[in-house]
């Protein structure tokens, strides 16, 4: 296909190119470090093995996206020989507690998701200050460096929120309503801002609870259902992707449903064409790329992306290779 939506996948490239290297990188020797050396603690720059990650998200147990970044940092743990503790919380302030208890255990290194670093500002930089290298993913990539970050991997909201609205437009879009699933979460803002800037025209934002689904699909279709001029509605959960389906049905709307994120309703509905596209910041990577990167950093003092984020998205999912994606995502890597 030749939409624009093309042109932001070419960030993947960087990607592609740079975690071959990343893991070449991480495999000289009999699991450390060429130089040999003690391990100096938290900090890094001794080699050895032993290491130790706590990786803290703010996403929920059993939640389709975050089950995938969980599925690659202990895949990136087991095949670099590194202990990588997993833990998600929603709440902001528990998990600025997760992270004080990992400062507390003198781990190795953090990953951090932010999707509140107001939250979470005092944790990390504590856990900087105590000698821990941190890598943020996900969300609040702009704070990372500021807040004493080696770096952060995920995908720029701005950039891929306006992909959304470019490939909107190219759909015949000129009316969207954009869903926000959860209040506060910066990043979503963010890529509701984005997609105005693509589709070069505001778009009319409603706030749902990911946790209401039912809740949701009331309040999306009424909001169809008041506005019948409403011709798209871009989701930014893939949970929420299939209730807005049903609520396009439920109010008996034409409107196109596109969304971001990945989840086996969101391929069966691109497959059976009840959805659009998908937007896709291969969350697999926010997983397994900050765990190469924080031994990178414990045994070499390597850093990774220049003080710029290490972009894992975004790549668009639509009827052109929703089935060779449909292979993936069964195994549990998209």
Not at 37 to 63: E, K, N
Not at 101 to 123: Q, T, W
Not at 143 to 152: M, V
Request: hydrophobic share 40%.
């Amino acid at each position: 296909m030749a939409r624009p939506h093309r042109s932001p996948a070419i960030a993947l490239l960087s990607v592609v190119v740079a975690a071959p290297l990343l893991l070449a990188a991480c495999t000289t020797g009999d699991g450390g470090s060429d130089g040999g050396g003690t391990d100096p603690g938290p900090g890094g720059g001794g080699g050895g093995g032993g290491l130790a990650f706590s990786v803290i998200t703010h996403g929920s147990a059993g939640d389709a996206f975050w089950d995938v970044v969980q599925n690659g940092a202990e895949a990136a743990g087991e095949d670099l020989g590194i202990e990588v503790d997993y833990q998600s919380d929603g709440d902001p302030q528990r998990q600025a507690q997760l992270i004080d208890a990992a400062v507390n255990r003198e781990v190795d290194g953090i990953v951090v998701s932010m999707a509140n670093p107001d939250a979470l500002e005092d944790s990390i930089t504590a856990a900087v200050d105590a000698g821990i290298p941190v890598v943020t993913i996900n969300s609040g990539g702009e704070r990372s460096a500021e807040l004493g970050a080696i770096g952060h991997v995920g995908q720029d909201e701005t950039i891929a929120g306006r992909g959304a609205g470019q490939e909107l437009a190219a759909r015949g879009a000129t009316n969207v309503l954009c869903v926000v699933h959860e209040a506060g979460n910066i990043g979503l803002e963010q890529r509701c801002a984005g997609a105005a800037e693509g589709l070069g025209s505001p778009l009319t934002p409603v706030q749902v609870d990911v946790n209401d689904l039912q809740g949701a699909q009331s309040t999306i279709t009424s909001q169809l259902q008041s506005d019948p001029t409403i011709d798209a509605v871009l989701t930014l959960n893939s949970a929420v992707a299939a209730v807005a389906v049903a609520a396009a049905g439920d109010a008996g709307s034409e409107a196109q449903v596109a969304t971001f994120d990945l989840n086996s309703d969101v391929i069966s509905g691109i497959q059976d064409g009840d959805i659009a596209f998908a937007v896709d910041q291969q969350q697999y990577e926010q997983g397994y790329l900050p765990v190469v990167m924080l031994k990178l950093y414990a045994e070499n003092l390597n850093t990774v992306g220049g003080g710029q984020p290490v972009l894992t998205g975004p790549g668009i999912v639509d009827e052109s290779n929703v089935d060779e994606i449909a292979d993936l995502a069964s195994a549990g890597t998209r």
